[in-house]
């Protein structure tokens, strides 16, 4: 137990000196490292998707949407289905919320259930007229399977704020046109996530890892248990517990030893 006590100790003298000297030893830096980032629950993606548009990538990695660097939103992680560029704006969906974004990528508009927001949203698009259109209700977004049954179309006006169903997603008289064949020829366009360039991608990690975890917080959490969640809390409450009883045992032997003649 002495041992164990020990390097307890050590480790709580290490961290608090780190701790002390953080200015001098620059430990506001971000931290980089994959190892230390997932005890926080933060892991590097495999691959990051987005919707290519004229004017960039747009792509989400955790819980961010990205203008190609610029972080402009934020909704539930895997949760972006669609960008649509207009002529001063940029329309943003995600599940659950709709996003009108000026020119610079700055929020205008944030829309939910509570304005009226037909979800969950699985596509975006626009109408022949440049309104926005979204697709609702399937649960397979990004595909151009269609499901008229469980699928329906919103447009949104812009200036009013207003959102009005439309009624088909598919070319009415498609089967007119083609005797041949009984496949229904979809209306509009749903572009699909793809995979963001290579340098993008790790343009995006660089800036995503470790952006709100500092050395300084990791010496911290270590030096109070807290990097081992509940358990680190409780070990460190021990460790001191057991430092309190040696120091007052110690105490007390040294108090009733034999006075020396």
Request: aromatic share 8%; hydrophobic share 45%.
């Amino acid at each position: 137990m002495g041992l164990v006590l020990a390097g307890f100790l050590v480790m709580l003298a290490s961290t608090g000196i780190l701790i002390n000297h953080s200015d001098q030893l620059d430990l506001d830096q971000p931290v980089k490292s994959p190892m230390v980032l997932s005890w926080y629950g933060i892991h590097t993606p495999d691959q990051i998707s987005g919707f290519h548009t004229s004017l960039g990538w747009f792509s989400q990695l955790g819980s961010g949407i990205y203008w190609q660097q610029k972080r402009v939103a934020q909704c539930d992680e895997n949760s972006l289905v669609g960008v649509l560029v207009l002529s001063e704006q940029f329309i943003v969906a995600c599940e659950q919320l709709l996003f009108v974004l000026d020119s610079n990528g700055e929020i205008e508009e944030k829309l939910d259930t509570l304005f009226g927001l037909p979800v969950p949203i699985n596509g975006l698009t626009q109408t022949a007229d440049g309104q926005p259109l979204v697709r609702v209700g399937s649960n397979q977004p990004n595909t151009q399977q269609n499901n008229q049954d469980s699928e329906k179309l919103y447009s949104f006006d812009l200036e009013s704020a207003q959102w009005a169903i439309v009624t088909s997603n598919v070319v009415a008289a498609s089967e007119l046109i083609n005797e041949l064949t009984d496949r229904a020829t979809p209306l509009y366009a749903w572009p699909v996530l793809a995979s963001v360039p290579l340098e993008l991608k790790n343009s995006l990690l660089k800036n995503y890892q470790g952006t709100d975890i500092r050395w300084e917080r990791v010496l911290l959490d270590l030096h109070s248990g807290r990097l081992l969640g509940t358990i680190g809390n409780l070990a460190m409450d021990v460790v001191a517990i057991l430092i309190l009883i040696l120091a007052g045992s110690g105490l007390r032997l040294w108090w009733a030893r034999p006075a020396r003649k």
